[in-house]
């Protein structure tokens, strides 16, 4: 990766920790991410009247790939808030942000030939993944499969999933828009975050119709200006900082690596709960930390 993405990338993972902190603070459900969603789109609605949409994503690879782009992010968000709903966040958190990693260099080496990471690249994504797993322990004796195969593993293995889905196809669809007459990488970035976000806010909107507690969540956060703006600052840091990821999946073609660096975002969470929450820090979480820091350093240089 570049110096210009590994930038990007950085900057995205502080927005990114930031809102995740926000959603730990409010209810994590369907209506705050719905909240959340909308607040995103109309604040990218003005580059659909300035810009218009890229002619080449109107095209059927192009439809079927923003239809791809809603799944993903749906199933991703489905995954979260129930994961979130069941256990702790700082255990969902961190796996479900771990697999991807070597979800997506698996998948990416298997659709896009030649570009699997060398030796060195590969030991860097299996230390980064090992120390988010150290993450969410409060002692090194407390590793136990069973902290990691419960019933909440199913919506954190759907969120990896989303995120894996999303990340690939996103980097497809964010050239196909940058390349359309008219465009480049800006605008590409500005319309994907205004349709991603339209889309998803719509799709948890049907679930809050249809889910009796949703509803309930939903009057809850939206019952005093106080409650909605969570949400609300949640959906504004999530669209940019996943705009300045669009922006770097166009100046990297492995994306094993550009998603390793996402995972700065725990190291700096964790900063943040122990500087400003005064967290506990434990022994194990300090030594995740270093182990991603580590592994990411070997993907810059050696990767």
Not at 29 to 42: D, G, K, P, Y
Not at 43 to 55: D, E, K, N, T
Not at 143 to 157: D, E, G, P, R, T
Not at 241 to 253: D, F, K, S, V, W
Request: contains cysteine.
């Amino acid at each position: 990766m570049g110096i210009d993405a590994i930038i990007l990338v950085l900057v995205s993972v502080s927005m990114h920790a930031t809102w995740n902190f926000l959603s730990k603070k409010s209810t994590s459900s369907a209506a705050f991410f719905c909240i959340s969603s909308f607040t995103a789109a109309v604040c990218w609605i003005w580059a659909l009247f300035v810009y218009g949409m890229p002619a080449d994503s109107l095209q059927l690879k192009g439809l079927c790939l923003w239809g791809c782009s809603l799944l993903f992010e749906t199933i991703y968000f489905v995954g979260l808030f129930n994961a979130y709903s069941r256990v702790d966040m700082s255990l969902a958190y961190p796996v479900a942000r771990a697999l991807p990693v070597l979800l997506v260099a698996g998948v990416t080496a298997i659709i896009f030939p030649g570009r699997y990471p060398n030796g060195w690249g590969l030991s860097g994504l299996l230390i980064v993944c090992c120390g988010c797993l150290l993450m969410p322990l409060k002692k090194f004796s407390d590793f136990s499969l069973k902290n990691y195969f419960n019933k909440a593993m199913l919506f954190i293995v759907l969120a990896a999933i989303g995120t894996t889905g999303y990340t690939i196809n996103d980097s497809v669809l964010v050239k196909i828009c940058a390349s359309s007459p008219g465009h480049n990488s800006l605008t590409a970035a500005y319309l994907l975050s205004f349709v991603i976000n339209f889309g998803l806010g719509c799709t948890m909107a049907l679930i809050v119709i249809f889910r009796k507690k949703e509803r309930e969540n939903f009057k809850l956060l939206i019952s005093s200006p106080k409650a909605a703006v969570y949400p609300a600052m949640a959906g504004i840091l999530s669209s940019l900082a996943y705009l300045l990821i669009l922006l770097a999946m166009l100046r990297t073609t492995q994306l094993s690596f550009l998603q390793a660096f996402r995972q700065m975002s725990l190291p700096i969470g964790l900063m943040l709960g122990i500087f400003i929450l005064k967290e506990p820090a434990y022994r194990p979480k300090l030594a995740g930390c270093a182990m991603i820091v580590t592994g990411l350093v070997i993907i810059a240089f050696l990767g």
